[in-house]
């Protein structure tokens, strides 16, 4: 089975008869990168997609337009009117733009050059896309994207239904380490993960995955695996930055999620950081739980469901560092504007 069948062969009879009336763009703003080349190769692989459209300050992926899918390509100059042309009329907008950590970096410790470029990237997609999906996954994600809300808002299109932080990459690999531990198929381990998208902020919740056994010590390196398993591959990188295979195909998951639900496809649920109703009583406005999308993007957002004493003192450990991160990113464009 080739590859583009496997990620998206389920679905991928329909999509075409789908795609047939329905035109999706995706532009993809840092196609260039470490993330952004994988990230476009995904989605030049997937027939939902009629075009896609690239752009980065640097030169991109050239060779993915020779790729026979039937998508559009098209590559974009580094410029302002170049930006305009790569976002009109995107139905999806993917953020991989910014610089990945090194060792010994937290991902807050990318703040300083991450938030100017997406609030750059955030007022270009309101002027442009101002009725996009917004996809960030430049980090600090917990940061980066209040910074989106605070620019849309300050031009008066901003949709909390549309502007999401991918923190799929932390639930691939909840499943993926949970099945190297019981020798099953990660397919088939949904874990949820809630919370924010950065060391304590991430909160796996194994009660609800049925391993009852996973417990004690165990569970504890778990966990601790899960919310800093990005450290992990930003040390056997050596300097040479983060995760990018796995996020790419992270993010692409999360983008085939939102066109199938735009496309018409019901019950599609995937975990993601948004303008959430769950702790805006301790502050905390954004969020990421399971939720459901629709045509419109968010449809339901599902609350954490029942968690364990353990698993509480997770969540408190999060709420009080992710009401500290969103703040942040307000601030600065309070600051920055
Ligand atoms: P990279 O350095 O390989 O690529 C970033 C790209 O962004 C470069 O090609 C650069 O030219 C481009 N860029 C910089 N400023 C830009 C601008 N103003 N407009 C357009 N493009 C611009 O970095 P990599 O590894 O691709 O990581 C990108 C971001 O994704 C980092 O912030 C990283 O921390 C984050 N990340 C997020 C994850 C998540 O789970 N959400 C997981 C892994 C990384």
New binding site residues.
């Given amino acids: 089975m080739s590859f583009a069948r496997q990620m998206f062969g389920q679905v991928q009879r329909r999509a075409f008869t789908q795609s047939a009336r329905q035109n999706s763009k995706v532009a993809v ?8 080349q994988p990230l476009s190769l995904l989605m030049k692989l997937n027939p939902r997609v009629t075009n896609l459209a690239l ?4 030169l991109g992926p050239a060779d993915i337009s020779h790729i026979n899918t039937k998508s559009v390509v098209k590559g974009y100059d ?1 410029t302002p009117s170049g930006l305009r042309e790569c976002l009109s009329g995107a139905e999806i907008v993917l953020i ?6 090194k060792p010994g970096m937290t ?1 807050d410790d ?1 703040f300083n050059t ?1 938030a100017s ?1 997406v609030r ?2 955030a007022k270009a997609v309101a002027d442009s896309a101002p009725n996009a999906n917004i996809l960030v ?3 600090p ?1 917990n940061s980066t994207v209040p910074i989106c809300r605070e620019i849309l808002k300050s031009k008066g299109v901003y949709n909390p239904k549309r502007l999401f ?6 639930v691939v690999r909840a499943s993926r380490f949970v099945s190297s531990i019981k020798g099953t198929d990660p397919a088939n381990e949904n874990i949820t993960v809630v919370g924010g ?1 950065s060391g304590v902020t991430i909160v796996p919740l194994i009660s609800q995955s049925g391993h009852t056994d996973i417990t004690g010590e165990k569970l504890d390196t778990l966990v601790n695996r899960i919310q800093f398993g ?1 450290d992990e591959v930003v040390k056997a990188k050596d300097g040479a ?4 295979l796995s ?1 790419a195909m ?1 993010g692409a998951r999360f983008a085939e999620s939102l066109l199938r639900a735009s496309q018409g496809e019901s019950n599609v649920v995937e975990p993601t950081f948004v303008d959430s109703p769950l702790y805006k009583n301790k502050g905390v406005d954004f969020f990421a739980s399971k939720v459901t999308l629709g045509p419109d993007g968010v449809q339901e957002i599902h609350d954490v469901g029942k968690l364990t004493d353990h698993e509480q003192k997770l969540l408190d450990a999060c709420l009080e560092d992710l009401k500290k991160n969103i703040e942040k990113g307000v601030k600065f464009v309070a600051e920055n504007p």
């Fill in positions: 703003l840092g196609a260039a990168g470490g993330i952004g752009y980065d300050i640097r580094p991989p733009a910014g610089v990945p950590r991902r990318l991450n470029i750059d990237l996954i430049s980090n994600v932080g991918v923190t799929t990459l932390d998208h990005g930055g983060s995760a990018t996020m992270a």
